[in-house]
């Protein structure tokens, strides 16, 4: 098991940018898929972006293609979500979840490992 901690969230204007970390620890990191979900008031946990233990292999959601990024250090045991041009509708309790393989990188339920979440409110 790897245990995870997000932070990086906040209040930032509509275009604004914010970056989330996620902190890994409890296992070896090199081996993990790692995901960022969302999840809004009212609605369910949607996938955002994944990075796989190769980092070569991401997946984004159409909504957040061009505008965010997902990254790793494999030397600090941490994964980035860079979001840019920030929206209202980005506004979501972020997720960090980890899992071992990378095959279905958008299903939440592929994920065994979450962090507790960061909040990210986009004002207009």
């Known amino acids: 098991q790897v ?3 997000e932070s990086g969230g906040g209040l930032v204007q509509a275009g604004g940018s914010l970056r ?3 902190a890994a620890s409890g296992g070896t990191f090199n081996d993990y ?3 960022w979900f969302r999840q809004a008031p009212g609605k369910e946990r ?3 972006a994944a990075i796989a233990w190769t980092a070569i292999i991401t997946q984004y959601t159409d909504s957040v ?3 965010f990024a997902i990254s790793r250090d494999n030397a600090k045991n941490t994964v980035y979500l860079q979001m840019n041009s920030l929206k209202v509708e980005d ?3 972020y997720y960090c979840a980890a ?3 990378r095959l279905r990188l958008d299903i939440a339920t592929t994920y065994n490992n979450w962090g507790q979440g960061t909040q990210v409110t986009v004002a207009s």
Do not use: D
């Open 3 to 5: 245990q995870l901690v």
């Open 20 to 22: 989330l970390s996620c």
């Open 33 to 35: 898929t790692f995901g």
């Open 46 to 48: 949607e996938f955002v």
């Open 65 to 67: 293609k061009e505008r």
């Open 91 to 93: 506004t979501a309790v």
């Open 99 to 101: 899992k071992l393989g």
